[in-house]
């Protein structure tokens, strides 16, 4: 349980660094990164892997990279579902589903259990 919060804290701050650094994607307040790094969890768990699934032999073709297309479509949802998050273009999107993945990433080698 307390891993969850962990991951579920590392979005969120995340999430808060992306809209810093990405222009095209922001964010109300610390506040609104903890709840669309929550909706960005449930989206991720629920439509995410169909979505995937669905894109398969697109994601083949281009050696994965199309995944981070999808995650730019994940971002999407999540700001048409909490109205804490906008963005501004699909091109903000992409460029903020890579930057995210990556601070994430930093973010969760560094909170390693």
Do not use: C, K
Not at 54 to 62: D, G, H, R, V
Not at 70 to 80: D, H, S, T
């Amino acid at each position: 349980m307390i891993g969850l919060l962990i991951r579920w804290a590392i979005n969120a701050v995340a999430l808060y660094l992306t809209t810093l650094i990405v222009p095209g994607i922001r964010v109300t307040d610390f506040g609104g990164a903890v709840v669309a790094a929550l909706v960005l969890g449930i989206v991720n768990a629920v439509i995410r892997p169909i979505v995937l699934l669905l894109t398969l032999p697109l994601n083949i073709l281009t050696l994965g990279i199309f995944t981070f297309v999808v995650n730019a479509l994940m971002l999407y949802i999540v700001a048409g579902l909490t109205h804490r998050v906008r963005i501004d273009s699909f091109l903000a999107a992409l460029l903020g589903a890579i930057v995210l993945s990556v601070i994430s990433f930093i973010l969760s080698q560094l909170v390693r259990e």
